[in-house]
DNA sequence: ATCGGAAAAT
DNA sequence: ATTTTCCGAT
């Protein structure tokens, strides 16, 4: 039946992407695992073990941990999702500009064509004082 | 801790 | 296409 796919894959969190997770634990301001530092896009995890449990339970992948994790993370790099902020321990980056560029149709539509959909659907963004 | 290749899983 | 799993190198 049509639906039954979708309903058992979002039972077992299976079509939440791990940027849309972080975002939405965020934007609720999760406080234990993960929180925003002082630089604006920037976050630190302050758990990644307890991170990467939650992140397992949404995807029903009970064995996730941090290296696992954090090789996800990596390969946002590439995709100009995130980048790391070297030196600092855990500490990662939003590219939101790239992200805010997207979901401006008024900017030229000629940029790398990077981001998905589902921006809208984040708990809280852009993150509360981000320049538009 | 962090990186990125390779392969498997979804 | 986006992870998950595994792991050697830095």
Redesign the pocket.
């Given at each position: 039946r049509r639906g039954e796919r979708e309903r058992v894959?979002r039972d077992?969190g299976?079509g939440?992407?791990?940027?849309?997770?972080l975002l939405e634990l965020l934007g609720r301001g999760e406080g234990g695992a993960i929180g925003w530092s002082d630089q604006w896009g920037e976050f630190v995890?302050r758990d990644?073990e307890r991170l990467a449990q939650l992140?397992?339970e949404?995807?029903g992948?009970?064995?996730?941990?941090?290296?696992?994790?954090?090789?996800?993370?990596?390969?946002?790099?590439?995709?100009r999702?995130l980048?790391?902020t070297?030196g600092?321990?855990?500490?990662?980056k939003f590219n939101f500009s790239k992200l805010v560029l997207v979901n401006y149709p008024t900017v030229p539509h000629s940029l790398p064509p990077v981001l998905?959909h589902a921006l809208p659907h984040c708990a809280s963004f852009p993150p509360p004082s981000f320049p538009i």
């Open positions: 894959e077992r299976g939440v992407q791990l940027w849309h997770f995890i990644p992140w397992g949404r995807k992948k009970p064995h996730m941990n941090y290296d696992k994790l954090s090789r996800a993370l990596r390969y946002y790099y590439n995709k999702i980048h790391k070297k600092k321990r855990f500490t990662y998905p």
